[in-house]
C-alpha cells in the first residue's frame, strides 16, 4: 500500500456498510492494515472479534439509525456498499432494491453531510445505461438515481460524495461461485466444460485487490 495511503487512515474513524460482503470484507482488511478503526453495518448479528470491524446492528434503509449511528461515530471516511445486487429484469425486485440501494444511499449522504464526514464513496455499477439510454433492470435504475443524488449532494449541498463505477470483480473468498470466474475455474477442476455465453457483451473482470485500492484512492483523491 502507498504510504500516503497508510497516512492518510492511520487513527481515522472509517465506516463501511456491507461489510460482510466479498469486496467489503477485503476493504476492511486493507484499512486495519493502514491503523484505521474500522466500523460495519450489518442487518444480523455479528460477534465483535479483535481482527474484524465493530459492528452496528442495523438497516441502512432506516434513516434514523444512520443518522444516530453518523452522529455518534462521526466517521471521516464512508465507503457504502450495501445493496441489492441482483440486476434481473424482475418487477419483484423494484422495491427491494429501491429500498436497499437508493434509500440506504440518501441516508448514508444525508447523515454523512450532517456530521461533516471528509467524504463518501458509493458503489456505482456497470449496469449504468449511457446517457440517453434507458436503465435495464430495477438495480440499473437505481444506480442512476443514486449517481444523480450523489451529484446533488455534492455540487448543491455541500456533500462529500463520490460514485465508484465498480465493474465485474473476482478473487479468493468470492462466495457467488455462479459468476464467470469462478464458475468456470470450478468446471474446469472437475473436468467439466464450462456452459457459457455467447462472449458478445464486453465486460472488464478487475481483481477484487484493485478493486479496493481505487475505493481507496477515491476517498483520498482532491476535487476536481
Not at 476493504?27 to 493502514?34: A, F
Not at 441482483?86 to 422495491?95: G, N, P, W, Y
Amino acid at each position: 500500500m502507498h504510504p500516503d495511503t497508510m497516512e492518510v487512515f492511520a487513527g481515522k474513524r472509517v465506516l463501511v456498510t456491507g461489510a460482510s460482503g466479498f469486496l467489503r470484507s477485503r476493504l476492511c482488511g486493507r484499512l486495519r492494515d493502514t491503523g484505521a478503526e474500522v466500523h460495519g453495518i450489518s442487518r444480523v448479528q455479528r460477534t465483535n472479534e479483535g481482527c474484524g470491524p465493530r459492528w452496528w446492528q442495523g438497516d441502512a434503509s432506516d434513516a434514523a439509525f444512520v443518522r444516530e449511528l453518523v452522529r455518534g461515530l462521526k466517521p471521516e471516511f464512508v465507503f457504502h456498499l450495501a445493496g441489492e445486487t441482483r440486476a434481473k429484469r424482475d418487477l419483484e425486485l423494484v422495491l427491494p432494491t429501491f429500498q436497499q440501494n437508493l434509500t440506504t444511499s440518501v441516508n448514508i449522504l444525508l447523515a454523512a453531510t450532517e456530521s461533516g464526514c471528509r467524504r463518501v464513496v458509493l458503489a456505482g455499477s456497470l449496469d449504468e445505461p449511457e446517457r440517453g439510454d434507458a436503465p435495464s433492470s430495477p438495480y440499473a435504475a437505481a444506480h442512476v438515481a443514486i449517481r444523480a443524488y450523489a451529484r446533488m449532494f455534492h455540487e448543491i449541498l455541500g456533500g462529500p460524495a463520490v460514485v465508484a463505477r465498480i465493474f465485474m470483480v473476482y478473487g479468493p473468498r468470492q462466495e457467488a461461485i455462479q459468476k464467470l470466474i469462478p464458475y468456470t475455474t470450478l468446471a474446469l477442476l472437475r473436468g467439466e466444460a464450462p456452459k457459457v455465453s455467447s462472449g458478445q457483451r464486453l465486460v472488464d473482470w478487475v481483481y477484487v485487490d484493485d478493486v479496493v485500492e481505487g475505493l481507496l484512492a477515491l476517498a483520498q483523491a482532491p476535487w476536481i
